[in-house]
């Protein structure tokens, strides 16, 4: 497949004259997510699903979340140049997307970062039939094999009422990780109202906004102390050990992210309950998903693929690490300690 290549700018169709979540402004990129190493600024015409550019817009502000933007919903099929373009839903976060490319009778998809687990904040991802199939490896390792989102969130709820006068405070990305958090609550019967991180407000209103009920939140920061015992309180991870945590009524630090599996990490942050929950395929999920695609060669991102590529190999699969020409570092898609 020739028709997809690397530039420095990023990942470029070339049929279609469009890169797709380039690194560098450009005239035109789709864009998979609204996550800041995906969505960048200043792009001139930028194509997304709605959410996706709703989302870019609050978080980059008019004029910096592209020139022109091309709302496209999931399944809505354009041509661009001789191309034909549409997205599918990838599960990650609300409006993610994978990038499915038509030419000459050949189809490439770009997942983006994507999971197969379901999600109540967005839609479930879908397996489409594809020749090339490029997909992350956050977790691309055989370790990683990650626990039922339920059970995490059971523990945290466990903890909860065995400390009723302490505050449980979770650190969670901004967008996805933290709106999924608290939807997983609400499933789980917990009604009270969640204390909420002012830099995590904006993005629980925008997902409201898009038809995603969370329940009663309230802001953390101009609350009063007593108020928060025995609750919830949700902020960004890097918030939930510096002095804006100290301030709550006896905290219980609590860290909800893929790499709490990884013990040393959760001690190395001072996680006193870490909750093992994920945006991104775990190790089976990332097999699992590239032999559904039936795709005979896969494209590798994000950091450890030299594991999944050998293990492709031996399902006679063709994978290719895309690090190694240099399109994408692992360090740029650990935005505040750690990939969502
Ligand atoms: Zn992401
Ligand atoms: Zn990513």
Redesign the pocket.
Known sequence: MDWLELKPEGLFCAPGAFYIDPLQPVAHAVIT?G?SD?ARPHHTHVTATPETLAIMHLRMGEGRAGHTRQPLHYGQVISVGDVQLWLAPAG??LGSAQVVMEYRGQRAVVSG?YKRAPDPTCVLFEVVPCDLFVTEATFGLPVFRLPDPAHEIGKLLHDVRLFPERTHVVGCYALGKCQRLIALLRNAGYHDPLWLHGALLPMCRLYESLGIPLGELRSATVAQKAEMRGGIVLAPPSAIADRWARRLPDPVVCLASGWMHVRQRAKARGVELPLVIS?HADWDALLETCRATGAKEIWVTHGREDALIYALGKMQIHGRALRLIGYEDEDEDVPEGG??
């Open positions: 997510h996550h995906h990650h976060v970062d945006d990939p969502a």
